[in-house]
């Protein structure tokens, strides 16, 4: 059983910066991708970011890309999402996920997180 706990949301003010993290088994880690997903009240859960297991490459999608960075931190069982110039519409629940498959898709993840709110107030 691979588990993911996510934490660091909050709410914070336009343009401002926030950086989540998701702590998770070793295990997981040390095979699977991670991703980065939120969702929004009322709107399906959309993928934000993905990280190779070995670290060696990246994927944002159109919305973030320029403004959020998916990391590992020098933790081997750590990944960040540091999210930079906010704005209300990154208003969301925030989910890390692991997967056996290189994938931007919901459902080719296995393993979920708890999610963690973060409020953009404008």
């Known amino acids: 059983q691979v588990q993911l706990v996510e934490s660091g949301g909050g709410l914070v003010q336009a343009g401002g910066s926030l950086t989540l993290s998701c702590v998770g088994s070793?295990?997981?880690?040390?095979?699977?991708?991670m991703g980065w997903f939120r969702q929004a009240p009322g709107k399906e859960r959309e993928f934000i970011a993905a990280?190779?297991?070995?670290?060696?490459?990246?994927t944002y999608s159109d919305s973030v890309k320029g403004r959020f960075i998916i990391s590992r931190g020098t933790a081997k069982n750590l990944v960040s999402l540091t999210m930079n110039s906010l704005q209300p519409e990154d208003t969301a629940v925030y989910y890390c996920?692991?997967?056996?498959?290189?994938?931007?898709?919901?459902?080719?993840?296995?393993?979920w997180g708890q999610g963690t709110q973060v409020t953009v107030s404008s």
């Open positions: 990280l190779t297991w070995i670290g060696d490459n990246t």
């Open positions: 996920a692991a997967s056996l498959r290189w994938s931007r898709q919901v459902s080719e993840y296995d393993y």
């Open positions: 070793r295990r997981a880690f040390n095979t699977y991708n």
